[in-house]
């Protein structure tokens, strides 16, 4: 068991700041060799708070879905843009594409050294989610991204693309 708070770990993002991510995909090492196990997260229980960059003086929303999925840690949450200044901030870098990234803030309880550095992480408490620029595991990363900008360009572009279409006569 570790005493030592760690940080770890996709993100999507509606215009309302609903946002899901995958926190810390399974099957696949971290930066630093570190792999976490499916049933590693048995003891998260949501709300969980939702910083910037690990800062604990930084909060911007809330986790209120925490859910071990068989690809990893599938977490869905609410980024507090009506109410706090950051979180208006954070949500424009993440629906510009700026910010991707997600990772997690915990505690080891159970882990083994593998073989070539880092650990087989089995049970850890699950302190904090953050957004981040680059996660500590590459795979984490916004999992859906929906904003009323895309969805305007996207039809003006298929407007454009219909009315340079000349139908045969």
């Known amino acids: 068991m570790s005493d030592i708070f ?3 770990a996709s993100i999507g993002v509606d215009d309302a700041g609903a946002i899901t991510a995958m926190a810390w995909p399974f099957g696949a090492a971290d930066r630093v060799g570190d792999v976490i196990h499916k049933g590693a997260f048995a003891a998260a229980k949501p709300p969980l708070p939702m910083l910037f960059g690990h800062q604990p003086n930084d909060p911007i929303g809330v986790w209120n879905e925490i859910v071990e999925a068989p690809d990893g840690l599938q977490v869905k949450g609410q980024l507090l843009i009506d109410d706090v200044p950051r979180a208006r901030e ?3 870098l993440v629906r510009s594409g700026a910010l991707r990234g997600i990772s997690i803030g ?6 083994k050294p593998r073989r070539g550095g880092g650990r087989d992480i089995t049970a850890l ?6 957004l981040v620029t680059v996660p500590m595991h590459p795979g ?4 859906s991204s ?3 900008a895309a969805a305007i360009a996207l039809a003006e572009a298929i407007n454009r693309a219909a009315a340079a279409l000349t139908l045969p006569r």
């Open 140 to 143: 984490a990363r916004i999992t």
């Open 106 to 111: 915990f505690q080891t309880k159970q882990a």
């Open 146 to 148: 929906k904003s009323a």
């Open 90 to 92: 954070v949500h424009a």
């Open 6 to 8: 760690e940080l770890k």
């Open 125 to 130: 408490d699950l302190v904090e989610i953050s």
